[in-house]
């Protein structure tokens, strides 16, 4: 390198490009005595040295000490790039103590809580790890105004963020003020880095180019081709072309053909129109809007002009502008950049004038008011917008496409395709689709968990279990496989810190439904008397109406326009919870047990009838029960009031045991039980009831009930009212007399059960007759109770008869169900014994279809088996008769297989039939 060589570049420091770079930096920092005290250290070496100052400071405990120790390796590619703009600029030591000088400030500041160091310094790797690679040219790179200019913002973009790092520390000095506000400075690391990239990018072709100007042969075919290429674009009459696409397209960029479709019909430049095409994509944060709208214009050639702007605020949406308006040629000098507006207008005139077709695209626009001054309002091209807010497809776009999830088949293909595994292999599909179904489909998290699986070398089936315990810290990762900025713990961050009021509220009940249908009349019907102070809106149409918009406008949450169904991403329950500390958890879950109790009768304190007219309603409510339950498991919620829960489980298990479902009914009534602490309540009477219905062991049923019967005894003399009391409850008491009636009828004893059932204060004068006029149905178990009796006493006519009324009784109002299929059998064997095999065996054929339908019916099936084996055997079809026979045996031990080999008889297969069915 000459003398004069040097000397040219000695004197490059007094350029306007530098003195500009250090003005920004001191305008960012904002302080001038840290202006000062960062010109105390000048290269790595008096970094470190001060390191080791920070570390006697900090408890010895602390993993940042560690992470402090690997400072020099992390600054590598920092310190090479240091190198350069010395060895370039003259080694002005100014230069290269914005850079070392301002990070010695930035880890002071930081220290005082260790996990701001760490994040400082993860800061510090990312930032090093996306500057340019220039160690090997810096000693011959010639200068030239572009490289320089090039040079010149790569190291404006790092010294103005330490700038703004250190006068974020300043302006939020204590460890709690820094906390809340600490997302503020990942989402400007998040954009400078991003920036940074760009410009690096730009910096290694400066490069290149310079480096090929060494060799004039290179250099001349080069610039040879280049004028001839620019003289054929002239001679074609081809316009330019202006390309401005910051965003980095996906390299596994998956499906999603019917939103590109929806796209190209929208907006196709091939399709003349008057009038500008505006289309938006919508949907919540995280479903790959804008990789979507980066697929579009990437593959576009027939657009002349591509310009994307960042629309998530003002800010980056002005900075947007200034650097088209710059691509553009609209605006040169420095002071037309600074006009933010200004460039804003350029370019909308420019577009409105441009004859070639064009594209601009506005991602993330959230807030779609910044979009009314940058919005074109007419030209030869397209707007494309990207948004968490269903109301752009009303203004300002004209139609629109709702982004979704992907469903478990093109989800699971995503997630295996991102870790490189097998989609054809079963097993690998199996574990996908599990992990997709956590995932809710969602691609961030596909693409985050995704990379997260690949850097692990994790097997699938290793995942979930791992998930299972640490999901709040495996949210939080970042991926290299993606360069969005935010995370699953962050994606949603800022659309929930600004909700407030009953919007917020409503938010923070969500996780306690099932995410994929809560019906606004569940909400408001059941808050009606919750005297619950802050929830009063949700029974106030436009109140809640007004809670939900906010939510809906978020991207938050989503509602069905025709069912008016809310719904949510199990992943935004996640985050949900995340942010709620466990006393809030506890008196959220106290308000929506209280909510849902509304949609089962009380049929605990008071007479009701039956529950079958409300079954429509509990059927809605039992999902939400069910998760609710499930709920609290998982987060080990406690109770504000337990009584208050023991009592919605018990409400629930009785629409359970009413459906058959017998199994879920008696787990539900064992949690109520263990969650009674007063056991002289009605309650926990009625919960000791419920669980000897259940049991199978008669004896233990029956003593269940006279516990049952002590407990409402002294339940009662805790009440003043004795009598009123008494007539609200006595049908409790009626059901436990059914309940023993049948437990007599079982031992073989039909007329004291006859009389047992007399002494039902609802049945008090019956006849035969009663039950068959009634409309109850709650009356069907005790005309089955009545046949059975008379079929014990040896009154086969009157049996038959009851019987035959209790069916079509509850054909028509319970439908295939389990009580149903008991009853068909009680007719058939009743027939039979009247001598009327074939309608026997044609019930018993109904009964197989239903019982082979239902989850809880393999008993009854079993037991039907047995009986159409007995009674083909008797019409001599032998072959028909071991066929059932091999059926019903094979089922039975599959059922209890310590009854293998038991005899062949109808009393052991009743015993794999629920009992107390009636």
Same mark, same amino acid.
């Given at each position: 390198?000459?003398?004069?060589?040097?000397?040219?570049?000695?004197?490059?420091?007094?350029?306007?490009?530098?003195?500009?770079?250090?003005?920004?930096?001191?305008?960012?920092?904002?302080?001038?005595?840290?202006?000062?005290?960062?010109?105390?250290?000048?290269?790595?070496?008096?970094?470190?040295?001060?390191?080791?100052?920070?570390?006697?400071?900090?408890?010895?405990?602390?993993?940042?000490?560690?992470?402090?120790?690997?400072?020099?390796?992390?600054?590598?590619?920092?310190?090479?790039?240091?190198?350069?703009?010395?060895?370039?600029?003259?080694?002005?030591?100014?230069?290269?103590?914005?850079?070392?000088?301002?990070?010695?400030?930035?880890?002071?500041?930081?220290?005082?809580?260790?996990?701001?160091?760490?994040?400082?310094?993860?800061?510090?790797?990312?930032?090093?790890?996306?500057?340019?690679?220039?160690?090997?040219?810096?000693?011959?790179?010639?200068?030239?105004?572009?490289?320089?200019?090039?040079?010149?913002?790569?190291?404006?973009?790092?010294?103005?963020?330490?700038?703004?790092?250190?006068?974020?520390?300043?302006?939020?000095?204590?460890?709690?003020?820094?906390?809340?506000?600490?997302?503020?400075?990942?989402?400007?690391?998040?954009?400078?880095?991003?920036?940074?990239?760009?410009?690096?990018?730009?910096?290694?072709?400066?490069?290149?180019?310079?480096?090929?100007?060494?060799?004039?042969?290179?250099?001349?075919?080069?610039?040879?081709?280049?004028?001839?290429?620019?003289?054929?674009?002239?001679?074609?009459?081809?316009?330019?072309?202006?390309?401005?696409?910051?965003?980095?397209?996906?390299?596994?960029?998956?499906?999603?053909?019917?939103?590109?479709?929806?796209?190209?019909?929208?907006?196709?430049?091939?399709?003349?129109?008057?009038?500008?095409?505006?289309?938006?994509?919508?949907?919540?944060?995280?479903?790959?809007?804008?990789?979507?709208?980066?697929?579009?214009?990437?593959?576009?050639?027939?657009?002349?002009?591509?310009?994307?702007?960042?629309?998530?605020?003002?800010?980056?949406?002005?900075?947007?502008?200034?650097?088209?308006?710059?691509?553009?040629? !609209?605006?040169?000098?420095? #002071?037309? *950049?600074?006009?933010?507006? =200004?460039? %804003?207008?350029?370019? +909308?005139?420019? &577009?409105?004038?441009?004859?070639?077709?064009?594209?601009?695209?506005?991602?993330?626009?959230?807030?779609?008011?910044?979009?009314?001054?940058?919005?074109?309002?007419?030209?030869?091209?397209?707007?494309?917008?990207?948004?968490?807010?269903?109301?752009?497809?009303?203004?300002?776009?004209?139609?629109?496409?709702?982004?979704?999830?992907?469903?478990?088949?093109?989800?699971?293909?995503?997630?295996?395709?991102?870790?490189?595994?097998?989609?054809?292999?079963?097993?690998?599909?199996?574990?996908?689709?599990?992990?997709?179904?956590? !995932?809710?489909?969602?691609? #961030?998290? *596909?693409?985050?968990?995704? =990379?997260? %699986?690949?850097?692990? +070398?994790?097997? &699938?089936?290793?995942?979930?279990?791992?998930?299972?315990?640490?999901?709040?810290?495996?949210?939080?990762?970042?991926?290299?496989?993606?360069?969005?900025?935010?995370?699953?713990?962050?994606?949603?961050?800022?659309?929930?810190?600004?909700?407030?009021?009953?919007?917020?509220?409503?938010?923070?009940?969500?996780?306690?439904?099932?995410?994929?249908?809560?019906?606004?009349?569940?909400?408001?019907?059941?808050?009606?008397?919750?005297?619950?102070?802050?929830?009063?809106?949700?029974?106030?149409?436009?109140?809640?109406?007004?809670?939900?918009?906010?939510?809906?406008?978020?991207?938050?949450?989503?509602?069905?326009?025709?069912?008016?169904?809310?719904?949510?991403?199990?992943?935004?329950?996640?985050?949900?919870?995340?942010?709620?500390?466990?006393?809030?958890?506890?008196?959220?879950?106290?308000?929506?047990?209280?909510?849902?109790?509304?949609?089962?009768?009380?049929?605990?304190?008071?007479?009701?009838?039956?529950?079958?007219?409300?079954?429509?309603?509990?059927?809605?409510?039992?999902?939400?029960?069910?998760?609710?339950?499930?709920?609290?498991?998982?987060?080990?919620?406690?109770?504000?009031?337990?009584?208050?829960?023991?009592?919605?489980?018990?409400?629930?298990?009785?629409?359970?045991?009413?459906?058959?479902?017998?199994?879920?009914?008696?787990?539900?009534?064992?949690?109520?039980?263990?969650?009674?602490?007063?056991?002289?309540?009605?309650?926990?009477?009625?919960?000791?009831?419920?669980?000897?219905?259940?049991?199978?062991?008669?004896?233990?049923?029956?003593?269940?009930?006279?516990?049952?019967?002590?407990?409402?005894?002294?339940?009662?003399?805790?009440?003043?009212?004795?009598?009123?009391?008494?007539?609200?409850?006595?049908?409790?008491?009626?059901?436990?007399?059914?309940?023993?009636?049948?437990?007599?009828?079982?031992?073989?004893?039909?007329?004291?059960?006859?009389?047992?059932?007399?002494?039902?204060?609802?049945?008090?004068?019956?006849?035969?007759?009663?039950?068959?006029?009634?409309?109850?149905?709650?009356?069907?178990?005790?005309?089955?109770?009545?046949?059975?009796?008379?079929?014990?006493?040896?009154?086969?006519?009157?049996?038959?008869?009851?019987?035959?009324?209790?069916?079509?009784?509850?054909?028509?109002?319970?439908?295939?169900?389990?009580?149903?299929?008991?009853?068909?059998?009680?007719?058939?064997?009743?027939?039979?014994?009247?001598?009327?095999?074939?309608?026997?065996?044609?019930?018993?054929?109904?009964?197989?279809?239903?019982?082979?339908?239902?989850?809880?019916?393999?008993?009854?099936?079993?037991?039907?088996?047995?009986?159409?084996?007995?009674?083909?055997?008797?019409?001599?079809?032998?072959?028909?008769?071991?066929?059932?026979?091999?059926?019903?045996?094979?089922?039975?031990?599959?059922?209890?297989?310590?009854?293998?080999?038991?005899?062949?008889?109808?009393?052991?297969?009743?015993?794999?039939?629920?009992?107390?069915?009636?």
């Amino acid at each position: 390198m000459t003398a004069k060589s040097k000397a040219d570049r000695e004197n490059r420091t007094a350029r306007p490009l530098w003195h500009r770079a250090l003005e920004r930096y001191r305008d960012e920092l904002n302080q001038n005595d840290d202006y000062q005290s960062v010109m105390e250290t000048t290269s790595l070496g008096d970094l470190l040295n001060y390191t080791k100052t920070i570390e006697t400071r900090m408890p010895r405990d602390r993993g940042a000490s560690n992470s402090l120790q690997r400072l020099g390796p992390t600054l590598k590619f920092l310190d090479d790039f240091s190198a350069v703009i010395a060895g370039c600029f003259g080694a002005d030591a100014k230069l290269t103590a914005f850079v070392w000088g301002s990070i010695r400030l930035m880890l002071g500041l930081a220290s005082s809580a260790g996990d701001s160091l760490k994040e400082v310094l993860d800061m510090l790797e990312e930032l090093s790890l996306a500057l340019p690679s220039l160690r090997t040219h810096h000693t011959s790179l010639d200068m030239d105004r572009e490289l320089e200019a090039a040079l010149v913002d790569v190291y404006t973009e790092v010294i103005c963020f330490y700038a703004r790092c250190i006068h974020f520390f300043r302006s939020y000095p204590s460890v709690l003020m820094r906390r809340g506000a600490w997302e503020e400075c990942r989402d400007d690391f998040a954009r400078t880095l991003r920036r940074l990239r760009r410009l690096s990018a730009t910096v290694e072709r400066e490069v290149e180019f310079a480096r090929m100007k060494d060799n004039r042969r290179k250099y001349d075919e080069v610039m040879g081709l280049i004028e001839k290429f620019k003289e054929t674009r002239v001679n074609a009459n081809e316009p330019k072309r202006y390309h401005y696409i910051p965003s980095m397209l996906s390299p596994r960029f998956w499906g999603r053909e019917d939103a590109l479709h929806a796209l190209q019909e929208a907006l196709s430049p091939d399709q003349n129109s008057p009038l500008l095409k505006t289309f938006a994509l919508y949907g919540m944060g995280g479903v790959g809007k804008t990789q979507i709208a980066l697929q579009y214009v990437n593959l576009r050639e027939s657009y002349k002009t591509i310009l994307w702007v960042s629309a998530d605020n003002v800010s980056n949406m002005g900075q947007s502008f200034r650097e088209i308006a710059k691509l553009l040629g !609209l605006a040169q000098t420095e #002071l037309e *950049l600074q006009d933010t507006q =200004g460039c %804003i207008l350029k370019v +909308r005139d420019w &577009l409105t004038e441009a004859s070639d077709p064009w594209i601009l695209i506005f991602d993330n626009a959230d807030d779609l008011k910044v979009l009314r001054h940058a919005w074109p309002t007419y030209g030869q091209g397209a707007v494309l917008v990207t948004t968490r807010d269903p109301n752009v497809v009303h203004s300002p776009a004209s139609t629109g496409f709702r982004v979704q999830p992907f469903d478990a088949a093109e989800g699971s293909e995503v997630l295996l395709n991102l870790v490189g595994l097998d989609s054809t292999s079963k097993l690998n599909r199996e574990k996908a689709v599990e992990i997709m179904d956590t !995932l809710g489909g969602l691609p #961030l998290a *596909l693409t985050q968990i995704g =990379g997260f %699986i690949v850097q692990r +070398r994790l097997p &699938l089936r290793d995942f979930l279990p791992l998930y299972e315990r640490n999901a709040s810290e495996i949210d939080a990762r970042k991926t290299s496989i993606s360069d969005y900025e935010h995370t699953l713990s962050t994606v949603w961050e800022k659309s929930m810190r600004e909700l407030e009021g009953d919007a917020q509220t409503l938010f923070n009940l969500l996780p306690y439904f099932q995410q994929d249908g809560i019906d606004e009349m569940t909400l408001s019907q059941g808050s009606i008397g919750l005297n619950a102070s802050g929830y009063e809106f949700l029974h106030d149409d436009m109140d809640l109406g007004d809670a939900e918009e906010a939510l809906l406008r978020t991207g938050l949450m989503d509602k069905n326009a025709e069912t008016a169904l809310l719904s949510t991403h199990r992943l935004i329950h996640a985050a949900i919870i995340r942010n709620q500390s466990p006393e809030t958890r506890e008196v959220i879950f106290d308000v929506v047990v209280r909510i849902l109790s509304w949609g089962f009768p009380d049929s605990l304190s008071r007479d009701v009838g039956h529950q079958f007219p409300s079954w429509a309603n509990c059927e809605k409510y039992l999902p939400h029960v069910n998760h609710l339950v499930a709920h609290r498991k998982r987060h080990k919620i406690g109770l504000v009031k337990s009584e208050r829960y023991g009592k919605l489980l018990l409400r629930h298990s009785w629409y359970q045991f009413a459906l058959g479902c017998y199994d879920v009914a008696k787990s539900l009534i064992i949690e109520a039980l263990e969650t009674c602490e007063n056991k002289t309540t009605l309650s926990y009477a009625s919960a000791v009831d419920s669980s000897g219905l259940i049991d199978l062991g008669p004896m233990k049923g029956l003593i269940a009930f006279e516990e049952a019967l002590t407990n409402i005894t002294l339940a009662y003399t805790e009440m003043w009212e004795h009598d009123k009391t008494f007539a609200a409850h006595s049908d409790r008491i009626g059901n436990s007399y059914s309940n023993m009636t049948s437990l007599l009828l079982r031992m073989k004893r039909p007329d004291e059960a006859e009389e047992m059932l007399k002494r039902c204060p609802s049945l008090k004068d019956f006849t035969d007759e009663t039950f068959i006029k009634t409309g109850n149905p709650r009356f069907s178990g005790d005309m089955v109770l009545l046949s059975r009796i008379r079929l014990q006493q040896g009154r086969l006519d009157e049996a038959l008869k009851v019987a035959e009324n209790a069916l079509d009784f509850r054909r028509k109002l319970l439908g295939n169900r389990l009580k149903t299929c008991d009853s068909l059998y009680d007719v058939a064997s009743l027939l039979h014994m009247h001598g009327n095999t074939t309608s026997a065996i044609e019930l018993l054929g109904q009964l197989v279809d239903i019982a082979g339908s239902i989850p809880e019916g393999k008993g009854q099936l079993a037991r039907a088996y047995f009986k159409l084996a007995v009674l083909h055997q008797e019409k001599g079809r032998h072959s028909e008769s071991n066929t059932y026979r091999e059926m019903a045996e094979s089922l039975r031990a599959e059922l209890k297989p310590e009854a293998v080999g038991a005899p062949f008889n109808e009393e052991e297969f009743m015993k794999l039939c629920v009992w107390m069915l009636w």
